[in-house]
């Protein structure tokens, strides 16, 4: 039994202290981060080496947005945290996460892909207690309850050779996070929704891993920015305007939904009533007020 105000032996230690980490991924960036630690795709074979490229350069090649970044090239399909990784120690709460970053690669394979966890890897990621996962999938996505992505890209697309930034908050009390982004370069975009955690019992980040699923993807990041103090993290947000954002995000979807639904039934309606004219030499209308004569 743990003595009189001492920590049980199975329970995490946590770094209660605020603090601001940056990394500008300088020549000396390799003391901070390893690669990896993944080596292996989805079937458990060996991703030759050459296939993940882990530069510094300088992006893109118009002088005007060249930036001095950290290039990651490469990935393996469905195989995570096979890019770069660094560890916290005691576990981090951090309240806010920033990047700047930019991508190419398959829109329908996630890439550049940002995940916070509790635990180390050691082969499949939802063992690790995955508190924060961004990724870029057809946009930029939140992973939240039940792997349900959650889109928060809400000024346009991804440009190719443009920068993005992106801002987390994140609530350690109701462990949710906000995510707003700014792709055109004029401020963020008013956050839409919170997204809750992908595993409810993540109580801290031991682990930072960054990574791409795609082979042909190149993802650059200039900096990231991670910072844990004390108070409300949302406290800046209005709270009502985010629910009202979320309700009409949804709204649009549902509609969405409905248009697809009935733009079938009418393709089922033109078929049916073609089949039907085969058959007789009825049209649909015609058919329908000869079944009603019958009765």
Aim: glycine share 10%; hydrophobic share 35%; charged share 25%.
């Amino acid at each position: 039994a743990a003595g009189a105000g001492s920590r049980p032996d199975d329970a995490p230690a946590f770094n209660t202290e605020d603090f601001e980490f940056t990394e500008t991924f300088g020549q000396d960036w390799e003391t901070r981060w390893s690669h990896g630690p993944s080596t292996k795709d989805e079937k458990g074979k060996e991703i030759r080496t050459q296939l993940i490229k882990r530069e510094l350069v300088k992006y893109p090649s118009n002088p005007k947005d060249a930036k001095q970044c950290f290039m990651l090239m490469g990935g393996a399909p469905n195989a995570p945290c096979t890019g770069i990784w660094l560890s916290f120690a005691p576990l981090a709460r951090p309240t806010e996460v920033e990047f700047e970053f930019t991508m190419n690669g398959k829109v329908d394979m996630p890439n550049a892909c940002v995940v916070f966890t509790q635990k180390e890897f050691n082969g499949a990621l939802p063992e690790c207690k995955v508190g924060v996962q961004f990724t870029v999938r057809g946009g930029m996505q939140l992973c939240g309850g039940n792997s349900q992505l959650v889109r928060i890209s809400n000024d346009g697309k991804i440009q190719n050779d443009k920068w993005n930034k992106v801002l987390l908050k994140i609530d350690w009390n109701d462990k949710v996070v906000v995510g707003q982004v700014d792709t055109r370069g004029k401020g963020y975009a008013p956050a839409i929704q919170t997204v809750p955690f992908r595993d409810n019992a993540c109580e801290g980040f031991g682990y930072l891993y960054i990574y791409n699923t795609d082979v042909q993807a190149t993802c650059w990041f200039t900096s990231l920015r991670i910072k844990q103090e004390q108070g409300d993290a949302l406290s800046g947000l209005d709270a009502g305007a985010l629910q009202a954002r979320a309700i009409l995000a949804k709204n649009l979807q549902e509609k969405q939904y409905q248009s697809a639904v009935e733009a079938d039934m009418e393709v089922g309606m033109v078929m049916g009533a073609i089949k039907s004219t085969a058959q007789h030499g009825m049209n649909l209308a015609e058919e329908q007020r000869a079944n009603n004569r019958a009765f």
